[in-house]
């Protein structure tokens, strides 16, 4: 192979790299001709240090550099000593590795010195954040590559200049840079790089908060990928941040666990991806798998002598073993040794390193703990002005803990505030109802610690609105309803088609693995694209507790707002002009009172003897403690905590001869308050295979002529979505499912399939008021930090004003008397809370009546 042909050889040595790594080790290498050697030697190396075999590259490479001093070419000792020099810089020798470069840029011109500036530009700019220096040698390198010079590192300087361009904050010159990279990557018909440029518009949209696009252009990428019959790692471990950053671990997890066995992979893969398994299955809360990933990933990069990425597998390894619960006195010792290695690399992991070893210090009694304490807060506080939202979140935090240390309550709570806002902005970007709910998560501390603050000044007003800060805000932000694309639509009634043939299979017991493999693909397909969807851009507001104390006047109710602080649930107890605190209980109790109360219920549905008035005595104890004590005669509207929601109020001693409401927040109860219905139509549906047949649907229907009733084969999910369409009153008598693996798709049972929560999201104009009928309707998930997702709960985010369901099983023919009077009220123009009034009292003496009655809940009004 002749001079020219080797130099092609390693300008292109990114792609097909072991068959050039081969080729050169059979050709070039034995060429007698130094240069030719040299070159050769060159592309072992430059593989070598992509597989992550850094030492047996370095001495490929000096070799390749000794080679070239022999030639006496100036032109090929430049190259192989810039290549030299930025591989010594990635393996952690900077400043060797920077005079190597230095010197390498001082000797060569033309199109070889553009080559030797982008080496020099990806280290400045990617290792040590030296944007400025970065984007100067990028512009003389474009420079020199103009006009032709060479195509292929034209390509590497536009894709850098991008990533160099966000580091300056200029993000339109950045998505400049990368859309001329992607056009010119595909006049060459280079498909890896068009990919490439792909991938790279979707971080930049991860880095501007944009999570959506983020995932709709990581998954364009990845099919990209796909097609070329290529796996990215880096696209890989770019979803996980993104799922991560969605508050979405287990989906992050799955992600870079089957890219782990898709393929066998480098080590230098490989390691990159145990960081992303051990990030996603500490956010996951698996504290094993965490552990043992970070340290493999450990070991493979000092192998590699990647010493600055080893940074993030020990940060994560040390964050596993710290939530597992070991010894903070040693975990301490790890902590100074990380952050003093963090701080000198000037590193991304340095606020999270700092936090951590800010939290292993206060739970190490001593002065010198302390002092590391106080130290280590007051310099991760410095980021709180970051350009990244979750350091931002980071640095926010961490002031307000610094804060606390010197008890200003008054900053804490100011911190915590500014820091939740940030995170509000964030969500309000997001359209999809679980993607808002999961980000909830990342300002649990922060919420925590306000509202921990909040009852430690004793003001129960201010209490009441950190306890609404954060509770169950993904629901009361505007749907982005008017965005669901044909694809979306055609995958649902695929699914629905799907599940009708499921249920087929079961019944005639025939295989049904191949049927629920696509019935999944389908639910992830549709999931996705929800991810995909963009927020209205509007934030939440904060409670305004003078506009509910006087709301409440108006309406001669009072609110019970449960709080949990520190395993221990508090009550607050507002209306008639102020708002008391009360101390009720451990929230194990009342967890476990909930259950009691289920349990007892659903034995009294099936006939069998219970005692109801005991279940709901201790469920009035735990749960509200004395907080009817203070509420009089008044209606009382609840609002538990996300965990506990799923609670029969209604058997409650206090509260079974009241009306009596529950929501998830205030600000819904606020909001239901002022919805007005859009007509006067009054909807049934009836759906198939109901134990009770729909039975109170006639019953109800033969005394108000002026409801529409659809059953049988009629009721299909698109003349369901038409009827619910701005309905006044829809009442739904079909089975509910809930899917607590992924509450978006609970749904109920019609003629043609399942009516899922997405399907209720593209009404334009939410039912006004909706009663569900079936066994356990009204289940819902607590998700991320205070938000909740089910079928209820999706109503309500979408502006229905309330909403009547079951948490239990419930007897068919007892359901029928309940929905009678229920329907009765309704019709003399009482509330949903009046018209459940109505039938508890109707079923006062006879105990599966009692029971049924009580198995119903209003949330809303």
């Not at 201010?462 to 979306?488: G, K, N």
């Amino acid at each position: 192979m002749d001079r020219a042909e080797a130099e092609e050889l390693l300008r292109t040595v990114f792609s097909e790299s072991d068959l050039k790594r081969k080729r050169a080790e059979d050709e070039l290498v034995p060429d007698a001709d130094p240069a030719v050697a040299s070159i050769g030697h060159q592309i072992v190396g430059i593989v070598l240090r992509d597989l992550g075999e850094t030492d047996a590259a370095l001495r490929e490479l000096r070799t390749a550099l000794r080679l070239a001093r022999r030639s006496g070419d100036d032109e090929r000792w430049g190259d192989s000593l810039a290549t030299l020099g930025g591989t010594l810089c990635a393996a952690g020798w900077v400043p060797e590795g920077m005079r190597k470069l230095d010197q390498s840029v001082s000797v060569l011109h033309g199109v070889p010195l553009g080559r030797a500036l982008v080496r020099r530009a990806w280290v400045t700019g990617h290792l040590l954040a030296q944007f400025e220096q970065s984007a100067t040698d990028l512009r003389e390198a474009r420079k020199l590559f103009a006009g032709g010079g060479d195509h292929i590192w034209e390509q590497r300087a536009l894709n850098l200049e991008g990533l160099v361009d966000v580091g300056l904050g200029d993000l339109e010159a950045a998505a400049q840079a990368f859309a001329s990279y992607g056009e010119l990557a595909s006049a060459l018909g280079n498909d890896f790089d068009a990919g490439l440029a792909q991938h790279n518009t979707g971080w930049l949209a991860y880095v501007r908060g944009d999570l959506p696009l983020a995932l709709e252009l990581y998954a364009d990428a990845d099919a990209r990928f796909d097609a070329i019959g290529l796996t990215s790692v880096d696209l890989v471990y770019d979803r996980c941040l993104a799922y991560l950053a969605a508050g979405l671990a287990t989906d992050a997890l799955e992600v870079v666990e089957q890219a782990l066995v898709a393929r066998p992979l480098l080590p230098r893969e490989e390691a990159d991806l145990l960081v992303a398994v051990a990030e996603a299955a500490l956010a996951a809360g698996d504290w094993t798998r965490a552990t043992s990933a970070a340290d493999e990933a450990s070991r493979l990069l000092r192998g590699q002598s990647r010493h600055v990425h080893r940074l993030q597998a020990d940060l994560l390894g040390l964050a596993a073993r710290t939530e597992a619960g070991l010894p903070a006195v040693a975990l301490l010792r790890k902590a100074e040794r990380l952050v003093a290695r963090c701080r000198e690399a000037q590193v991304a992991e340095l606020p999270p390193a700092l936090l951590l070893g800010a939290r292993l210090a206060r739970a190490v009694r001593s002065p010198r703990a302390a002092a590391l304490n106080a130290a280590w807060l007051d310099e991760a506080a410095g980021f709180r002005r970051s350009s990244s939202g979750r350091v931002r979140v980071l640095g926010w935090l961490a002031l307000a803990q610094r804060r606390a240390l010197a008890g200003d309550l008054g900053g804490v709570v100011r911190a915590c505030d500014t820091g939740l806002r940030a995170l509000d902005e964030h969500r309000a970007t997001l359209g999809s109802q679980e993607l808002r709910a999961v980000a909830s998560g990342h300002g649990a501390r922060l919420a925590e610690l306000g509202t921990r603050t909040a009852l430690a000044s004793g003001h129960p007003r201010q209490l009441l609105r950190w306890s609404e800060r954060w509770r169950a805000t993904s629901l009361t932000i505007p749907s982005a309803r008017d965005q669901h694309d044909p694809a979306t639509t055609a995958d649902l009634a695929a699914l629905r088609a799907q599940h009708r043939r499921l249920a087929e299979a079961r019944a005639d017991g025939a295989p049904t693995e191949r049927l629920q493999a696509r019935a999944t693909r389908l639910e992830q397909s549709v999931r996705q694209r929800m991810f995909h969807l963009r927020g209205t851009g509007v934030t939440v507001s904060t409670l305004d507790v003078g506009d509910l104390i006087e709301a409440l006047v108006e309406d001669d109710t009072v609110l019970v707002e449960l709080v949990e602080v520190d395993g221990e649930i508090h009550a607050l107890v507002a209306g008639r002009g102020r708002v008391r605190r009360l101390d009720v209980g451990s929230a194990a109790a009342a967890t476990k009172a909930v259950d009691f109360a289920l349990f007892s219920l659903r034995q009294a549905a099936r006939g069998r003897r219970t005692q109801l008035d005991v279940a709901g005595t201790r469920l009035q104890r735990a749960l509200l403690g004395s907080a009817l004590d203070h509420v009089r005669e008044a209606r009382v509207v609840v609002s538990g905590t996300s965990a506990l929601q799923g609670v029969p109020w209604g058997l409650m001693p206090g509260l079974t001869e009241r009306p009596v409401t529950s929501t998830p927040s205030a600000r819904l109860w606020l909001r239901a308050r002022s919805a007005r219905p859009t007509d006067d139509r009054r909807v049934m549906l009836v759906g198939p295979g109901l134990g009770s047949g729909g039975a109170e649907v006639p019953a109800v229907a033969a005394q108000d002529s002026g409801i529409e009733v659809l059953h049988g084969a009629g009721a299909t999910v698109a003349a369901a979505l038409t009827a619910l369409d701005g309905a006044a009153l829809a009442h739904v008598a079909a089975h509910g499912h809930f899917r607590e693996d992924s509450p978006l798709f609970s749904s109920l049972t019609l003629a043609d399939g399942p009516l899922l929560v997405h399907d209720l999201q593209r009404l334009q104009r939410p039912p006004h008021r909706v009663v569900l009928s079936a066994c356990e309707s009204g289940v819902m998930a607590p998700v991320g930090d205070q938000e909740l997702l089910g079928l209820a709960a999706a109503l309500l985010s979408m502006g229905t004003a309330g909403v009547v369901s079951s948490l239990a099983e419930v007897d068919d023919a007892a359901t029928v008397e309940v929905m009678v009077a229920l329907h009765a009220s309704l019709r003399a123009g009482g509330g949903l809370g009046d018209a459940l009034l109505a039938a508890r009292t109707m079923a006062a003496g006879d105990p599966v009546l009692a029971a049924t009655a009580a198995s119903f809940t209003v949330l809303g009004i």
